[in-house]
């Protein structure tokens, strides 16, 4: 099983940027995909946006034009850029490998967005 660890998570303002990683132990070459989820408090965990191997994406309707995903195949890494945070972004966000059923899933990091 690949373990993955997701970092970059933090305390922001409302209309302010921050930017996670999720480092995989292993190659994610083979891995079509990754993805970004997240659980707000008291919701269920949803998914928020894929990347294939090839680099392409999708976005839910809510962050999408905000927020942007990417994978560095050579670094095992996949990230997503998160600019004009807003309150509603809070959450726990976890990355996941393989699919939501069967993949690999992060310990998760927190971004609380607040004023």
């Known amino acids: 099983q690949v373990q993955v660890v997701e970092s970059g998570g933090g305390l922001v303002q409302p209309g302010g940027s921050l930017r996670l990683s999720c480092t995989a132990s292993a190659s994610i070459v083979g891995i079509n995909y990754m993805a970004w989820y997240r659980q707000a408090p008291g919701k269920e965990r949803d998914f928020v946006a894929y990347v294939t191997s090839d680099g392409a994406t999708f976005y839910v309707p809510s962050v999408k034009g905000r927020f942007t995903a990417s994978r560095d195949n050579a670094k095992n890494t996949m990230y997503l850029q998160m600019n004009s945070l807003q309150y509603e972004d809070t959450a726990v966000y976890y990355c996941?490998?393989?699919?939501?059923?069967?993949?690999?899933w992060g310990q998760g990091t927190l971004v609380t967005v607040s004023s």
């Open positions: 996941n490998l393989g699919g939501e059923h069967s993949g690999s």
